[in-house]
């Protein structure tokens, strides 16, 4: 700047621009429209990750939901006593001689006489198909109810009963005329019948608690299965996993976050409860095969055994959790129980745990959710199993057999039946809110009681 | 009596020692606790923990090695049985333990009496029949030597189960009055039942480690035997996979690794940009208010569990491709293909991708993207040309640790991909993965102890260390990272 004899000429002349502010010239538009491109390119990753949860959960909903409702029969049935007890003492273990075929046969006259009585033709049928638009499984329920209740013999009562799994297709647009004359097991004849019976008031859709109380059916009907058997399993592994992780994670990572000296074991813990929560869930059944059945004994499907093996897999997602709520205490809480001479594991007892109480218990609360919805190491210790019988009350109980929902979901995937589709889909349903419930749970408790320091 | 009273029983002896300890500190102090080195209830703890947790240890111990070694008594009973021969021991024991059972059942409904069964002869009474009266159906008739097996084990396992009775009430009674004994004015009371707590801890975080030898011994012990009755080579190099459960059968695991390896590489072509795309677009574009409400709502995607994607797989994604591209395109119809597992998983993993990269990128400091907004480049620019270079070996970690969790996935290959093992590039065809391999070859009525369930293990223990292998680095390189900005 001291030399002022070149003067303003002297510098570079900058060529004039080629184009104004209020005129974008070519490189200009270029890069415009590339950010523009690239921000769009973001939007619509966005747009279809979003699509892809929405075409999820909009499939299995609308799939799933007609589960929820089921076709139901109510006619009157006369339970003559010639047939159903012949001793004529009520006694049920004389009784149950009678097997379902005897009940079939109840069933099957008491719907016919109430088609006669409402005047429905039944051309074009034999007494079989009209029999046929009834559940496999309603003489069975019968039975039971029946059995249950013995001084019901010779009366006539208005029992409901499940239509079958085809013709409560048929109600809910899975089963057309068209499949059915395809379908061996249900001929265009019985849904016209099933179609009557509708608008004769006998037969009519609604809501099916069956789906959640009853436990499974076998591959021929879909219509009795239910997720009875299956919700109690996964109840009593939750508990199994609640009951053993919650200690087990919350000293665990209490040891970790206060005490650990920095040393060998230390890190060598660090590193495995890291890679634990890394290694796939399928490991974890395999080790459970392998150490609490083949090693320990323990029975196969039991859920005493799943409980142990999403213990095993729950407890690195639930320590890393509960390390960081305990890491979130702030330091000056330490010191001051210290300084009014607590011990350091009363510090930590009395004072950082409490405060660190609600963001363990979230952690928990994930870990138990991701923990309900685990299926693959099920299958390995056997909890495929076609179970039919609840299991007993714990703690016996937890060593029964029984399904689990995600399990259940999967063994029904494999039926034949079409009708096994749609319950799959209503389990998952049933499955998710379990899930949504367990992690509003988890939101509720952090707003409610996180702590910023 | 069950473990569960006895552990109900030495719980109710711990808290009656923790009442009594707390009164007896008081009284050795005459009174007064202020003359106590620790608070009452501190010398009532100890005597808590000391009559408790040793016996409950003990009665653990005592719960895992007994079945091992009534095993080992039982079988010595059977004859034709060699040492070494697992499968055939296995086989003996489950029909002991059924005939067992089957006995315990008879007697506790009273088809059978115990004094009878001492002198009890199976070839002479119909045992069989006797069972199946009380549920216990039994495939052939009871042999001698097994039934007499099923007594001795009967009476092991009575025996043994009054033994652990005894022996777990002794170490509790012992726990209580060593503890009891100790109680003085002087005794630091806190000091020991503190310590006493912190060993308690450790011992609950090495059930992490703990958890690792398991897995790995119990991958590494049954690999071996696999390789024992079939050659490694022809595992690792074979290109056919036909398991026949008669026996000369191929267990070749590389059409099971190629099938894996395209589903993962497909899923990752779909989650990579998508995931990496709206982790830009919410960390650099989107306002305060977007990002709240959209990022959790792609994460619901990772807490959606896998069955739920197995089940849209299989009944939307794999039919919708089957006829839209497959069938028209001539390619195939089979609804279960590598590309419906490999879509699928590819949304199951974009929260994986995205969440861990929109970390990485929101860790690259200000400044530098300051530094290149101010030097005249656009937004875009700035992201590939700084941000995205400086975030690479991050977003290298994540993608590494998606690839992880997409070679371990189960539900997903089970339902979606199929289950023919096959070498094949057509992304339509049905082809099957390592996961899906160790599902079907343990699950079913197999043999335990044949080659066909044993590779299971093998196979385990293949993508065991795959994954481990890809967490280990993806997790250094991510740390690597890290340490760089902070």
Known sequence: MTDVSGGPAALPVSKPRRGSLLTQDALTRRRNAAEARFKACGAVAITLSMLALVWLLFSIISIGSPAFRQTFLTIP?????????????????????????????????????????????????????????????????????????PDLVGQTIDFEILANGRVDGFFKGRVTMESARLDSNIKPGQLVLAQQLVEAGIMAQRFNWGFITFPDASDQRPEAAGLGVAIIGSFYMMIVVLVLSLPIGVAASVYLEEFA??????????????????????????????????????PQSAPIVGGLVLTLMTLPRIIIPARAALKSVPPSIRDAALGVGASRLQSVFHHVLPLAAPGILTGMIIGLAQALGETAPLLLIGMVAFVRDYPGMPIDGFFDPASALPVQVFSWTVRGDPGFVERASGAIIVLLVFLLVMNAVAIILRRRFERRW | MSAGLLSLTVLAVA??????????????????????HSLPSYHGQSVFLFTAVPAFVLMIFWLLAQPVYIENRVTALIPNIEADDAAARELAMADVRRVASGLDLAIAQGALRQADLDTLQAGATDLRGKLAGVGVALGADVSQYTFEAAREYRALKGSLGIGMALAVLAAAAVGFVFARSRISVAFRARNVSESFVIAMLIGASLVAVLTTFGIIFSLVFETWHFFELYPARDFFFSTTWSPRFGGGSSLGILPLLWGTLYVSVIALLVAVPIGLLSAIYLSEYASRRFRTFVKPLIEILAGIPTIVYGLFALITVGPLLRDWFAQPMGLGNSSSSVMTAGIVMGIMVIPFVSSLSDDIINAVPQSMRDGSLGLGATPSETIRKVVLPAALPGVVGAILLAASRAIGETMIVVMGAGAAARLSMNPFEAMTTVTVKIVSQLTGDTEFGSPETLVAFALGLTLFIITLGLNVIALAIVRKYREQYE
């Open chain 2, 15 to 36: 808290i009656a020692g923790y009442i009594l300890g707390r009164r007896r500190a008081v009284s050795v102090a005459g009174g007064d606790a202020r003359k106590l």
């Open chain 1, 261 to 298: 000296p920095k040393n060998r074991l230390t890190d060598l813990i660090e590193v495995n409860i890291a890679n634990l929560a890394a290694v796939p869930s399928i490991v974890f059944g395999i080790l459970g095969l392998a150490v609490f059945i083949n090693f320990a004994g323990l």
């Open chain 1, 77 to 149: 049935i006369e339970l003559p006593e010639a047939k159903l007890d012949k001793s004529g003492t009520r006694d049920p273990a004389a009784m149950a001689k009678v097997t379902t075929v005897g009940y079939a046969a109840v069933i099957q006259a008491a719907l016919t006489k109430a088609i006669k009585e409402k005047g429905i033709s039944t051309d074009g049928l034999t007494p079989k198909d009209i029999a046929g638009i009834v559940s496999l499984e309603a003489p069975a329920q019968l039975r039971n109810h029946v059995l249950a209740n």
